[in-house]
């Protein structure tokens, strides 16, 4: 089983920036695809960003590509999600999670999420 713990949201204005972290304990983290989803009020979870397990590849929804940058550190079984330029709809929590090929989520259950919250 793999515990997932978000951290680094918070309230920020338009057009700034935020740093998310996911610390992942249990299985062996730096062989899995990892990624980050986001809920936002009212809407259903969706796929935002992954990586696969050497941080060679990456890959993103439309909606945030160009201003959100997704890396791993496995030394310290960790994946972050670097935002900029954020925009009112990013206003959601924020999960990470393994990923599959269908880009959905792949371990249960998942953390907590961190809220982010963008101003207009």
């Known amino acids: 089983q793999v515990q997932l713990v978000e951290s680094g949201g918070g309230l920020v204005q338009a057009g700034g920036s935020l740093r998310l972290s996911c610390a992942a304990s249990?299985?062996?983290?730096?062989?899995?695809?990892m990624g980050w989803f986001r809920q936002a009020p009212g809407k259903e979870r969706e796929f935002v960003a992954g990586i696969n397990w050497s941080g060679s590849t990456t890959n993103y929804a439309d909606s945030v590509k160009g201003r959100f940058t997704i890396s791993r550190d496995n030394a310290k079984n960790t994946v972050y999600l670097q935002m900029s330029s954020l925009k009112f709809e990013d206003t959601a929590v924020y999960y990470c999670?393994?990923?599959?090929?269908?880009?959905?989520?792949?371990?249960?259950?998942w953390g907590q999420g961190t809220l982010v919250t963008v101003a207009s």
């Open positions: 999670n393994g990923v599959n090929v269908r880009k959905e989520g792949t371990f249960n259950p």
């Open positions: 249990g299985r062996t983290f730096s062989a899995y695809t």
